[in-house]
């Protein structure tokens, strides 16, 4: 434990004007590089972030896939549709058809209108 407090430095940075980015003044730790040289752990970390990767890019794929999109949908009228039947609100069918098309319409148009902005 001594060794890693004596490899710990830590810095105060002066104020700085309040018209800058980060106007506060602050402490800087600076930690060990714990990064070991062998190759056989960087391999296992290697692998670790690509499978991180892959991992992360079949949710995005999920998240924008058509198929998640038409289950929300059908979520979202059965559970408008059964509360308006409940509520006695008619026709209760075609009422739920509202909403539903409202996050259908913005759900669908929200990259367009993204990609439009920037």
Do not use: H
Not at 48 to 76: G, H, M, P, Y
């Amino acid at each position: 434990m001594c060794r890693v407090l004596e490899a710990v430095r830590v810095e105060v940075q002066p104020r700085r004007s309040p018209g800058r980015r980060g106007g506060r003044a602050g402490l800087r730790v600076f930690w060990p590089n714990r990064m070991s040289a062998d190759p056989a752990s960087l391999a296992d970390r290697i692998a670790a972030l690509e499978a991180r990767n892959r991992a992360r890019d079949l949710d995005k794929q999920w998240e924008r896939s058509w198929l998640r999109f038409a289950i929300v949908c059908a979520l979202t009228y059965g559970c408008l549709a059964l509360y308006m039947w409940a509520a006695r609100l008619e026709p209760a069918l075609l009422n739920a058809v509202v909403p539903t098309a409202g996050y259908a319409l913005s759900t669908a148009t929200f990259p367009a209108l993204r990609r439009a902005g920037d």
